[in-house]
């Protein structure tokens, strides 16, 4: 059983930016694809950026690409997400997970799934 934490989310002005972690309990963090997704109230969960077991391939839903960032630290077994120039469409919960090899943008890829973590973007 693998754990995730989210960290680092929280209201901010559009425009603004911040930063969210998660780290994880993985024993070999560097073969799991990892994700970060968001869920509006309504709205199913999205499939917003992956990043590679080794960190060096990236892809992100076109609604965040230019202005959110997917980085990974083997080290210390954590994701991260950079978000800036954020809007208020950007208002979720964002969860982080994590898929044992396989890179997809869909959600039954991954099998663990962190609690989320709320983002607020207020205009």
Partial sequence: QVQLVESGGGTVQAGGSLSLSCTTSARTFSMYVMGWFRQAPGKEREFIARI???GSNTYYADSVKGRFTIS???AKSTVYLQMNSLKPADTAVYYCAA???VSSQN????RYWGQGTQVTVSS
């Fill in 72 to 74: 990974r630290d083997n």
């Fill in 107 to 110: 959600t039954r890829a991954y």
């Fill in 99 to 101: 898929s044992y090899g």
């Fill in 52 to 54: 590679s077991g080794g």
